[in-house]
């Protein structure tokens, strides 16, 4: 079975300083993985998907992670944090359904919050 | 291209009733998903649409039904509402044979 595990359920950093949220995966199969971000009282909004190409993905609003097969890792990084980057970061994983024709569900870590101060 | 979107925004109801929330998917997109979150937790997967028919299915109750329209709209439907059932629903968008998923901005639900 799938999963993915976020090792923090807060991360608090100061502004203009680098983010590390870092999550491991559990995987029988190449996973395809994806960080999602969740601003208070709303929906959640895809930041970057991993899907087998290149290791490194860039995402949006400067956001990048790296898989690392060996290490089972799929951390999620910013240089330099901004305000507004305060939120709450999801680790996904997707995991096929036997099911034809349709896509994957995708299965959710417990999420990180992510605290920037000024 | 219009995004996911859902209604209504907020809802109260009291335990024993029944709710229907609503959905419509991305532009182009004919498969819909349906997340349940818990205040502080992370999604749970509820079930899939597609095709105008039950896909899969997540660890919930048979009181936790759906339906998907000719026009990959949906509905989630809960009946005998419980206490725990209080939470972020979400639904989310795709293209079949495509991973990504794409959501709306979620319904919050509440059982008093």
């Known amino acids: 079975a799938q999963s993915v595990t976020q090792l923090d359920s807060h991360v608090s950093v100061s502004e203009g300083t680098p983010v590390l949220l870092r999550c491991n995966y559990s995987?029988?199969?190449?996973?395809?993985l994806f960080w999602y971000v969740q601003h208070p009282n709303k929906g959640l909004q895809l930041l970057l998907k991993?899907?087998?190409?290149?290791?490194l993905v860039k995402g949006i609003n400067g956001f990048e992670a790296e898989f690392k097969k060996s290490e089972t890792s799929f951390h999620l990084t910013k240089p330099s944090a901004h305000m507004s980057d305060a939120a709450e970061y999801f680790c996904v994983v997707s995991d096929a359904m036997n099911y034809g024709g349709a896509t994957n569900k995708l299965i959710f870590g417990t999420g990180t919050l992510l605290a920037v101060q000024p | 291209e219009t995004g996911v979107t859902q209604s209504p925004t907020h809802l109260i109801k009291t335990r024993g009733q029944q709710v229907t929330l609503r959905c419509s998917s991305q532009?182009?997109?004919?498969?819909v998903s349906w997340y349940q979150q818990a205040l502080g937790q992370g999604p749970q997967f509820i079930f899939q649409y597609y095709r105008e028919e039950e896909n899969g299915r997540g660890n919930f109750p048979p009181r936790f039904s759906g339906l998907q329209f000719p026009n990959y709209s949906s509905e989630l439907n809960v009946n005998a509402l419980e206490l725990d059932d209080s939470a972020l629903y979400l639904c989310?968008?795709?293209?079949?044979?495509?991973?990504?998923?794409?959501f709306g901005p979620g319904t919050r639900l509440l059982v008093l």
């Open positions: 995987s029988s199969y190449s996973p395809s």
């Open positions: 532009s182009g997109h004919n498969t």
């Open positions: 991993y899907t087998s190409a290149a290791t």
């Open positions: 989310a968008s795709s293209l079949s044979g495509k991973e990504t998923q794409y």
